[in-house]
């Protein structure tokens, strides 16, 4: 079955610099990948997806991408703020299936 | 901007009762799915839900599961028998395409089995 791998360790950073976050999946590559942000006690909230045959992509301050020969999905928040501190979800839909697999997602905290 | 509500925020139930998670998704939108989230783990799927049949379904979402649309807008879950285990946080969902694509989820029923 696939697996999603994120850091279980939250991220610290400082506002202003840019916060990277890595999901690694093992067996077979997904058509699709999706990353969602979550705070606490609330549902996930969609913020980029990215095609296998798409290297990046950008909206406003965050980037994705995808790497499938290494397995493995980047996410980029450029000169963070204290706002976006929350967990971040990785998320797909491998092929031959259709349901959604989530990781456990990585908290990321930016301090000011 | 619309946004997927539930109802209610949390709920508290004695083991082995019956209950129901209600959602309204956004009104465009075709597919339909419920997830839950035990506390501290990841957001595991449930069930989807298209053309008023479940298209697909986990091993978590077993007999003691079922989903219903009643109406135009209602999307339910009812879990017939609950369990100490089923407490979690209950995420209701849906989307304009199947699940490869953006979901919009509601803020979740918090669901307590004592």
């Known amino acids: 079955s696939q697996k999603i791998e994120q850091n279980s360790e939250a991220l610290n950073i400082q506002e202003g610099k840019t916060a990277t976050l890595t999901c690694n999946y093992t067996n077979y590559s997904p058509a699709y990948l999706q990353w969602y942000r979550q705070d606490p006690g609330r549902g996930p909230v969609f913020l980029l997806l990215i095609r296998e045959n798409e290297k990046e992509k950008r909206k406003e301050r965050l980037k994705v991408t995808f790497d499938t020969t290494l397995k493995q999905s980047l996410f980029h928040i450029t000169a963070s703020q204290p706002a976006d501190s929350a967990t971040y979800l990785c998320?797909?839909?491998?092929?031959?299936?259709?349901?959604?697999?989530f990781g456990k997602g990585t908290m990321l905290l930016v301090s000011p | 901007e619309p946004e997927v509500t539930q109802t209610p925020s949390h709920q508290v139930t004695q083991m082995g009762q019956e209950v129901i998670l209600r959602c309204v998704p956004i009104s465009n939108h075709l597919y339909f799915y419920w997830y839950r989230q035990i506390l501290g783990q990841k957001v595991e799927f449930l069930v989807s839900f298209y053309n008023n049949e479940i298209s697909e379904k986990s091993e978590i979402f077993d007999d003691q599961f079922s989903v219903e649309r009643p109406d135009g807008s209602n999307f339910t879950l009812k879990i017939r028998s609950t369990k100490l285990e089923d407490s979690a946080m209950y995420f209701c969902a849906s989307s304009t395409q199947g699940q490869a694509y953006e979901q919009y989820f509601g803020p979740g029923t918090r669901l307590t089995v004592t």
């Open positions: 998320a797909l839909v491998p092929p031959g299936y259709s349901t959604l697999t």
